[in-house]
Structure formats: C-alpha cells, structure tokens
T-cell receptor
C-alpha cells in the first residue's frame, strides 16, 4: 500500500530562518498529498495540499511541490516565526478510492525568538 | 467551514473501566468517519472506519472487541474503549470527510487524551 517517509525531528531553528522538512512517498498512481500541522494540545489542521504532479500547495507562507520524478513533497518556508512551532505531518491517501490517510512520523519544529 | 467536534478533550479513568469518546460533525453529514490513535511523539495510526448504518471496518491488528465503534447518526460516531488498561493510554483523534469533496482532506477533531491509571 501507499506509504510516506518524513524527515525525523526534532528541528530547532531561529526566527526568520529558512525551513525545509523532507517528505517522500511510495504510492500506486498519483494520490493527493497533504501537509497537516498539529499545534500543542490540538488536533490536526490541514496546512496545504496538492492533487496532481507539479502542483504547488501553499498556505501561511508554507509551500510544497508535488514532484513525481523524485516522489517527494517537501515542505518549505522562507522565514519562520515562533508561532510556527508545531508538529508537521506529511500524508497521502492510503488506498485509491478511499479517504483514509496514511501519515508520516511527524516532525516537531521549534522556533526560537 | 466544516467543523468536527470531539468530546471529551481529555479523560482519566481507572484500569478495567470503559470510556466513550464522541465525534460529531457540526455542520455537515458524515456517513463515514475515521478514528486514529497517536502515541506520544509518534504518528497517527488509522484504527478503524466508522460507517453509518453498518459495522465499522477495523485495520489489521486493532481489536474490535476492545475498541467498539458505533455510528449512531449521520453526525455522530462514538469510540468506546472497553476494559481500559494503561497501555490504552493515548491520544485518539477522529476525522470526517466533507461531502462532495472526494479528493479533499479530512476534517479532524481536536483529539481526546486518554489516561488509564
């Protein structure tokens, strides 16, 4: 079945630093790809998504491009803020035709002022 | 936007007792809901799919008799952890897809932290 491998954390950066969190996937076909964010004590929120190859998802200054050549969906942000401190999950549809998600292991990001 | 509400947000119970967790879709109907479990500092693992009007479908390795799921209506699914033990302590999260958005992300509840003493 489909699977996703995510860069292990934790990641600690200073405010205004550049962020990259790597995510690669194994999948049958070309499933939609997602990044979710989990703030402390909260559930998951969708950060961005891409539904087909070469699509770029973006939100709140974060971007990720669906690259089928490298089977990757890396998350990037040019200048992080303290408020970006959270756990980030890369995800994709587990099975074609279903809406079950399979998640990466999560990357804990801490931004220091 | 669509909202999924989960209750309670946290619960502490004694070993051997049962705990019920509710998941509600507040402004849309959900014939399907998903239950995930998250261990500390780990990813979410899909436990089961809750189906309105029929039995839940469980992922491999999930005990059906321990984690009872009931999809009582088009807006409510419940997860009951029966005869809870300390190893059941975890963060449980439900989610639901918004109708008409087959390729859309799921909406997640805020999770329930269960601690079994």
């Amino acid at each position: 079945g489909n699977s996703v491998t995510q860069m292990e954390g934790p990641v600690t950066l200073s405010e205004e630093a550049f962020l990259t969190i790597n995510c690669t996937y194994t999948a049958t076909g070309y499933p939609s790809l997602f990044w979710y964010v989990q703030y402390p004590g909260e559930g998951l929120q969708l950060l961005l998504k891409a539904t087909k190859a070469d699509d770029k998802g973006s939100n709140k200054g974060f971007e990720a491009t669906y690259r089928k050549e490298t089977t990757s969906f890396h998350l990037e942000k040019g200048s992080v803020q303290v408020s970006d401190s959270a756990v980030y999950f890369c995800a994709l549809i587990k099975e074609q035709g279903a809406q079950k998600l399979v998640f990466g292991q999560g990357t804990r990001l801490t931004i220091n002022p | 936007g669509a909202v999924v509400s989960q209750h309670p947000s946290w619960v502490i119970c004694k070993s051997g007792t049962s705990v019920k967790i509710e998941c509600r879709s507040l402004d849309f109907q959900a014939t399907t809901m998903f239950w995930y479990r998250q261990f500390p500092k780990q990813s979410l693992m899909l436990m089961a799919t809750s189906n309105e009007g029929s039995k839940a479908t469980y992922e491999q390795g999930v005990e059906k008799d321990k984690f009872l799921i009931n999809h009582a209506s088009l807006t409510l699914s419940t997860l009951t952890v029966t005869s809870a033990h300390p190893e059941d302590s975890s963060f449980y999260i439900c989610s639901a897809p918004q109708p008409g958005h087959n390729n859309s992300p799921l909406h997640f509840g805020n999770g329930t932290r269960l601690t079994v003493t």
